[in-house]
């Protein structure tokens, strides 16, 4: 509106300047330009903010009031059993959906199900609207062995057999 409005206002400048040559003048190369300048000027700045937040979008950055290293400290300071977390990553997809991808490294298999549920709850309190979730575990010998099996290998494959999942799977994997 400001643009439209300027441009009225030095066509009646124009139309009112009396017919002196140097009002004219002076107003064609002095006011005319200047108050094109204070335009342009006030475009760029009205635009820069929405500019950015479009940069800020297409470079999927993450969005300004979230901290990653914050974040972590506060899954591990709420969810026990998580002994570390890497790959954190948030960003924006549109103007209104948040993303994140996060792997968690946890020291034990009790209750995984409720940690997901703890580790997605802290995410929507702070506008996630979706995340995903890499587990990996990082547990004693004696807790590793209650898992069952942890290869699958060729059946006929001496070395894997104590190791083999429950069934055997003509799956070719070396141990």
């Not at 500019?51 to 470079?59: Q, Y």
């Not at 969810?79 to 990553?89: A, D, K, Q």
């Not at 979706?130 to 004693?140: D, K, S």
């Amino acid at each position: 509106l400001l643009g439209p409005l300027t441009i009225l206002a030095c066509g009646i400048l124009l139309v009112l300047l009396p017919e002196k040559h140097d009002a004219r003048v002076l107003f064609s190369r002095l006011v005319d330009p200047t108050i094109c300048c204070f335009l342009f000027l006030s475009y760029l700045f009205m635009i820069s903010i929405p500019m950015r937040d479009v940069m800020h979008l297409v470079l999927q950055a993450n969005p300004c009031n979230l901290k990653v290293d914050q974040v972590e400290n506060l899954l591990r300071d709420s969810v026990p059993g998580i002994s570390s977390i890497h790959e954190l990553h948030i960003w924006r997809l549109t103007p209104q959906k948040t993303l994140a991808t996060v792997h968690v490294v946890f020291n034990t298999t009790e209750n995984i199900i409720t940690k997901y549920q703890d580790i997605n709850f802290i995410f929507e309190t702070l506008h996630i609207d979706h995340v995903t979730i890499q587990p990996e575990f990082a547990l004693p010998t004696d807790e590793f062995a209650k898992l069952g099996c942890h290869y699958q290998c060729v059946s006929n494959n001496t070395e894997c057999g104590p190791l083999q999942c429950c069934e055997a799977l003509p799956v070719s994997h070396s141990c």
